[in-house]
């Protein structure tokens, strides 16, 4: 009989949360100026099952895989903004930089290890966690500026963790593969921006949005084969 994960290692996360009133300037590429993210912990991965159990030898053909863990929820982030950020010198040294990113990812499920023996049912993927709720607020008067290929304003995204990869089964009889696991749901997310004054969002690069929001489902993950 296989062992299932710890819990402390499918643990949720606290909530993050960033307020800034000052002037921020990154000059590198793939940098943030503001980066708040809160990430649930993975499931671990869960080794394949031996013919031994505390001791005991477990009749052939009779072995059981674990489960391993689930995914951790990622927990709420909040951006509010009221200074200035301004990312890149428009010569290529902020390419693909981000003026603030916000998010929430849920853990990934962990993956099962396969069996070997005559007859073997493999592991079953753990769930991906959830991502929760992601708010980004600009103040009037407050700027963002990007000025390189692919820099983008502002990102916020909530990502639910994918499901798991079931465990393999290899018997010389009979193997069924195990199921893969739910991907986790993405959470509500939501940019508010005030354009009042001097204030706003500047992009001048090629491919660089302003503001993208986006949440997404974690993706199933892939059943075992027998």
């Given at each position: 009989l296989g062992n299932s994960a710890p819990a402390p290692l499918m643990q949720n996360q606290s909530a993050a949360s960033v307020t800034n009133t000052g002037a921020i300037i990154t000059n590198g590429a793939s940098s943030f100026g503001i980066l708040a993210s809160s990430a649930g912990a993975g499931g671990v991965i869960n080794a394949a099952t031996n013919a031994i159990f505390a001791g005991d030898v477990v009749a052939a053909g009779t072995v059981v895989g674990g489960m391993e863990g689930s995914g951790g929820n990622g927990g709420t982030v909040t951006v509010s903004h009221a200074g200035t950020i301004a990312t890149g010198n428009g010569n290529g040294g902020g390419n693909m930089a981000i003026g603030i990113l916000a998010q929430s990812i849920g853990g990934s499920g962990g993956?099962?290890?396969?069996?070997?023996?005559?007859?073997?049912?493999?592991?079953?993927?753990?769930?991906?966690?959830?991502g929760a709720q992601v708010s980004v607020t600009t103040q009037a008067g407050s700027q963002v500026s990007t000025y390189d290929l692919g820099a983008i304003g502002i990102l916020a995204q909530s990502i639910g963790g994918g499901g798991g990869n079931g465990g393999n089964a290899e018997g010389l009889f009979i193997a069924t593969g195990g199921r893969g696991g739910t991907g986790g749901n993405g959470g509500s997310v939501s940019v508010s921006t005030a354009n009042s004054g001097n204030g706003g969002i500047l992009t001048m690069g090629h491919f660089s949005a302003g503001v993208l929001a986006q949440s997404i489902g974690g993706g199933g993950g892939n059943g075992g084969y027998g």
């Open positions: 993956t099962s290890g396969g069996e070997g023996a005559a007859a073997f049912v493999g592991d079953g993927g753990g769930t991906g966690g959830s």
